[in-house]
């Protein structure tokens, strides 16, 4: 079992559509969870971080974890085509490296 | 504030040379990492640099190796490269190394390998 398992996709929503995206994981040790996002022939950008379980938002996006169920999710709110891109989760113990799910692949039509 | 710099972005090679990539973080920031993405394994963990020393490693065979300068600049070095590094390599900078402190990654460079 890998440590993070996250579904490649791809999912095509239309514009305006709620876009759910999840990874679960394996290392209950782990305790920073991040969300990035990556368009193509860029490098990941920091979307979401948070630390342990709870909820954050950040204008259209929602961040959640659930530690018991070693469940993290993110959400997008009234999706548009700029949101077309891949969705990467990452996730961190204290003192070690990133660890990536292989990214999930979005696409929102107009 | 400029981002995290990597030079080149593309770079073409054949089986058995090395390369050398690099890397400049943001400004201020101390702790770089490097990762390789493929599109069958995704993003892996190469190694981490703060203060000039190597702070932790992935598992990556030797031919593989990193330094980090003075200035924080890091470089990374592939010898013999094989047909199977051809990959996009990033880096990514953080404050100083710690869980708390968030990474801000490159565009990558792109390596191909003939």
């Known amino acids: 079992q890998k440590e993070v398992e996250q579904d490649p996709g791809p999912l095509s929503v239309p514009e305006g559509a709620i876009v759910s995206l999840n990874c679960t994981y394996s290392n209950s040790a782990f305790q920073y969870f991040m969300w990035y996002r990556q368009y193509s022939r860029k490098g990941p950008e920091l979307l979401m971080y948070t630390y342990s379980s709870g909820n954050k938002e950040d204008g259209r996006f929602t961040a959640q974890v659930d530690k018991s169920s070693k469940y993290i999710s993110l959400f997008i709110r009234d999706s548009q085509p700029s949101d077309s891109a891949t969705y990467l989760c990452a996730m961190q113990q204290a003192g070690t490296a990133l660890i990536f799910g292989k990214g999930t692949t979005l696409s929102v039509s107009s | 504030k400029a981002g995290v710099t990597q030079t080149p972005r593309y770079l073409i090679k054949t089986r058995g040379q090395q390369v050398t990539l690099s890397c400049s973080p943001i400004?201020?920031?101390?702790?770089v990492s490097w990762y390789q993405q493929t599109p069958g394994q995704g993003l892996q963990f190469l190694f981490e640099?703060?203060?000039?020393?190597?702070?932790n490693k992935g598992n990556f065979p030797g031919r593989f190796s990193g330094r980090q300068f003075s200035n924080s600049r890091s470089e990374m070095n592939v010898s013999t490269l094989e047909l199977g590094d051809s990959a996009l390599y990033l880096c990514?900078?953080?404050?100083?190394?710690?869980?708390?402190?968030?990474?801000?990654f490159g565009d990558g460079t792109r390596l191909s390998i003939l």
């Open positions: 640099y703060f203060s000039e020393t190597q702070r």
């Open positions: 990514a900078s953080s404050l100083v190394p710690g869980s708390n402190q968030p990474q801000h």
């Open positions: 400004s201020g920031h101390r702790s």
